[in-house]
């Protein structure tokens, strides 16, 4: 059964830091891209940030370049986000996402919800 599991979420001031934590099962986990995306209220969902497989290349949305970092741990079958210098604007439910390109899978967790606020 293929699971993807997030959590760290939770609320935190302005320009603190939180660290999402997606634990996988069920899949190859190092043969699949690792993304997480965001989705505030109201708006679409974004990528906010990816770390490829074999390799681990990893690509930034501009709105988090310097302030986010993607992790994975292929031994764990895990996938982390370190948000650092966080803005109100950062306020969305982050998911994680595992994709396969060549056999065109892909698989979706629940979502942690992450709220900027003073």
């Known amino acids: 059964q293929v699971q993807l599991v997030e959590s760290g979420g939770g609320l935190v001031q302005p320009g603190g830091s939180l660290r999402l934590s997606c634990a996988a099962s069920g899949f190859i986990f190092r043969s699949f891209d690792m993304r997480w995306y965001r989705q505030a209220p109201g708006k679409e969902r974004e990528l906010v940030a990816a770390i490829l497989r074999f390799g681990g290349s990893t690509q930034y949305a501009d709105s988090v370049k310097g302030r986010f970092t993607i992790s994975r741990d292929d031994d764990k079958n895990t996938v982390s986000l370190q948000m650092n210098s966080l803005k109100p604007e950062d306020t969305a439910m982050y998911y994680c996402?595992?994709?396969?390109?060549?056999?065109?899978?892909?698989?979706w967790g629940q979502g942690t919800q992450v709220t900027v606020s003073s």
């Open positions: 996402n595992a994709d396969q390109p060549v056999f065109k899978v892909s698989h």
